[in-house]
């Protein structure tokens, strides 16, 4: 018989669930923590293997992961299972899910780029007038930023720009290759700002290294994993959350926990498909919905993936100096900065990662053969090429909602989900594409291939909105604490509850918007509001 | 047998003299060498008719060649691997491999009078002309065209990927590609 000694039940064990554990475990706080999915042991379920044996020889399984263009054969088994997990979208408008159903979620996998937002994108609404602001500045997210980039160990360069925030990061002080020397050079003739990338270190990043194991060393914190929830309960006289429903992924056995308070952190659609799902007299459309807007604004970062490809002439054949090529860096949001009307044909801004040091697609050359052969060898390591992420606008219409009859291996009502780029997104690729080939050019560089065709929305797996923070209750789900305003004892903490989202890639603000929100919860608690 | 599976049987069970066996060990983690299914047997075709197996054939030899000592399609089978991967592929795509193989050949047979797999290098290299536009994001529209634009990429992949490319790699000291961590079932 279990002893239900918990203070807060988390859901979730990714980048928010981990950093509730760890600052509420620390804090004193008996945590229990929900997880879907299985523990991963990095000994035992990982050996180096040689493409050419595996069964589809590095092709991967025909269709067995139709929406995760990340999946190879080689990590096949670590991105949640479509069909034991399906959901809908517009046949128009496919919609590309990116899961992890493992302890420590996708954080096994992040890319780890790290980049503070700013007052461009939490006032950005007093900056052009588009959407809402964010109930908080950057001033109050700030504090929190500092405490995460140490804690994430992310490396970069500060440059002081209002629209990239400087951060506690390790000096990035490498030198540039030859020809990053004259991609910066071009970019800055041209008036682009430019920087190194922004990442987290060390051999592995995850929740399950960096936060999971000081947060159970303080005996604080009980893990489960294989428990699906598939519903949070209320109690009928305060409204308050009382209870969790959750499922054992193996058995199907149906499991209850109390929760005096609940932390959710399932991710940003799993969030919001199961507030959807828990239902009651007192929220008949979905928990703390009383402002009708959950499930709505889903908004994510647009990709157009090697928008520009080239190649840097005098490293053809394996020529030219040693350190003429290799670098990677990265390019903020550089227009529209001025506030009022726009300077270009859309709202907002894209960002750049660029490289240098990588070998073209054998697909960019209209060639064959022996010929295609010998310009392989000839473009081996000459390349260049850029990638864009543009801020995409959050709107009402662009939403999950429940499927009517579809449900999960467990029995769980799915989600349907819809989002499309609109002429606003498809403007800026364009602009991002040519400004590209500009500064490739410039660069003396030949380009091989420009286009400025975006990947479907979720692609890009930064997926926001759905269960935002607001000032005003009736258009959003939370507060600025990721409390939600209709019950007090339920805290969102993952991308949900972004209003807006830049093109700054959000789990570094997860985290910080976790620290700030559970800080807030302990002195709660401490002042018995809780 | 292969060539290659015998030289690595060869090597992997030395001839058991009775004077060399070794006592049987209680030790439970015993070290055994295996060869994988793909290396003992010769692969059973399922999927093309002999004629659009003959056409892709053709065809994987045309866009990767062997050349100077490196493995191409044809040492890298890769057309045979390619008929188990269409097999298993959804709809569309083994319709738009076995419409355009047939229709390739048809060409050829208009063209020429004879099956594509028995044009001389200039008359079917002529026929790939499709391939000679500039890359666009969008696959082109007609069909023949968006078909040698995917079989090129599938080819060039299946040999790459192959064991033939990985072993020619080994031997001729260039660094080895394809070796990665691998994921089992986390159950
Ligand atoms: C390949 C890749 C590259 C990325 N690169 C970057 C990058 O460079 N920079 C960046 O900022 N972000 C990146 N991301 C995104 C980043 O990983 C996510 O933003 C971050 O992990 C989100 O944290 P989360 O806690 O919201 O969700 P997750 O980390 O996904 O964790 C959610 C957890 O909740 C569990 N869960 C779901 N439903 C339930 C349920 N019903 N019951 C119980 N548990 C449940 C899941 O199993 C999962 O473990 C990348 C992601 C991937 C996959």
Avoid at chain 1, 171 to 194: C, H
Avoid at chain 1, 245 to 252: A, E, F, Q, V
Avoid at chain 2, 77 to 89: C, M, P, R
């Amino acid at each position: 018989m279990p002893t239900f000694n918990h203070d807060v039940v988390i859901i979730g064990s990714g980048a928010s669930g981990g950093m509730a554990a760890y600052i509420l475990a620390q804090a004193g706080v008996k945590c229990l923590m929900l997880e879907a999915g299985p523990m991963v042991d990095f000994t035992r379920h990982r050996s180096m293997k040689a493409v050419y044996d595996l069964p589809f020889r590095g092709f991967g399984e025909p269709g067995r992961f139709p929406h995760i263009t990340q999946a190879s054969e080689f990590d096949a088994n670590l991105w949640t299972d479509e069909k034991k997990n399906p959901y809908s979208h517009p046949e128009s408008d496919p919609y590309y899910w990116v899961r992890i159903r493992l302890l420590g979620g996708k954080t096994l996998r992040w890319g780890r780029a790290s980049w503070r937002l700013s007052d461009y994108e939490f006032k950005g609404k007093d900056h052009d007038g588009w959407g809402e602001n964010w109930p908080l500045t950057l001033a109050d997210l700030a504090p929190f930023y500092d405490r995460v980039e140490p804690l994430f160990r992310v490396s970069g360069r500060n440059e002081g720009w209002p629209q990239l925030p400087d951060g506690k990061l390790l000096a990035d002080d490498s030198t540039e290759s030859l020809s990053m020397e004259r991609f910066l050079a071009s970019a800055k003739k041209l008036g682009v700002p430019t920087t190194k990338p922004r990442r987290a270190t060390g051999t592995l990043a995850s929740s399950v290294n960096l936060l999971l194991p000081a947060a159970q060393a303080t005996g604080n914190l009980t893990i489960v994993p294989n428990a699906i929830v598939r519903e949070i309960g209320v109690d009928p006289k305060t409204g308050l959350v009382n209870a969790v429903h959750y499922i054992d992924r193996r058995s199907k056995r149906e499991y209850t926990v109390p929760a005096k308070t609940l932390l959710l952190g399932a991710s940003t659609l799993e969030s919001t498909r199961l507030l959807l799902n828990s239902r009651s007299r007192q929220y008949p459309t979905g928990l703390a919905n009383s402002s009708g807007v959950l499930g709505h604004y889903l908004f994510d970062q647009f990709y157009v993936k090697n928008t520009v490809t080239a190649i840097v002439p005098e490293a053809r054949g394996g020529k030219g100096p040693r350190n003429l090529m290799g670098g990677a860096g990265y390019v903020p949001r550089f227009t529209n900065l001025k506030p009022g009307k726009p300077e270009k044909n859309y709202l907002r801004g894209w960002a750049w990662d660029f490289g240098s040091g990588g070998t073209p697609s054998p697909e960019l050359f209209p060639q064959w053969g022996d010929e295609l052969a010998r310009t392989m060898a000839d473009v081996q390591g000459a390349g260049f090429s850029m990638t864009t992420m543009g801020e995409s606008l959050p709107r009402f219409e662009h939403k999950l909602t429940i499927h009517p009859t579809l449900r999960d291996e467990w029995g769980i009502p799915a989600p349907h989900i819809e989002q499309r780029y609109t002429d606003n997104e498809h403007n800026m690729a364009k602009d991002a594409m040519e400004t590209g080939v500009a500064l490739c050019e410039g660069a003396g560089f030949e380009v091989l291939a420009a286009h400025s065709q975006m990947v479907p929305p979720g692609e890009s797996i930064h997926e926001l909105g759905t269960c935002r923070m607001g000032a005003d209750a009736t258009k959003s789900v939370l507060n600025s604490f990721n409390q939600a305003h209709d019950v007090k004892n339920l805290f969102v903490l993952d991308g949900s509850a972004f209003p807006s989202g830049g093109v700054q890639n959000p789990t570094l603000t997860i985290l910080a918007l976790t620290v700030r929100a559970t800080e807030y919860l302990l002195a709660q608690k401490k002042q018995g509001k809780l | 047998m292969k060539r290659r599976h015998l030289l690595q049987t060869l090597a992997a069970t030395p001839a058991l003299l009775p004077a060399q066996q070794t006592n049987p060990s209680p030790d439970e983690n015993v070290v055994l060498t295996v060869v994988s299914p793909e290396s003992a047997g010769l692969p059973v075709r399922r999927f093309f008719t002999p004629e659009q197996f003959a056409t892709l054939q053709t065809l994987a030899d045309l866009i990767a060649p062997s050349l100077d000592g490196r493995p191409g399609a044809k040492d890298a089978e890769a057309a045979a691997f390619l008929d188990f991967l269409l097999a298993k592929s959804p709809r569309d795509r083994q319709v738009l491999y076995q419409r355009s193989l047939d229709t390739l050949n048809r060409t050829a047979r208009t063209k020429h009078q004879k099956a594509f797999s028995e044009l001389g290098p200039t008359e079917a290299n002529a026929l790939l002309a499709p391939l000679k536009v500039k890359w666009t994001y969008a696959a082109p529209t007609e069909p023949v065209a968006a078909f040698l634009r995917a079989a090129k990429a599938d080819i060039i992949r299946a040999t790459t990927n192959s064991r033939a490319v990985a072993e020619a790699n080994i031997a001729g000291r260039r660094r080895a590609t394809g070796l990665n961590p691998y994921w089992q079932v986390i159950e």
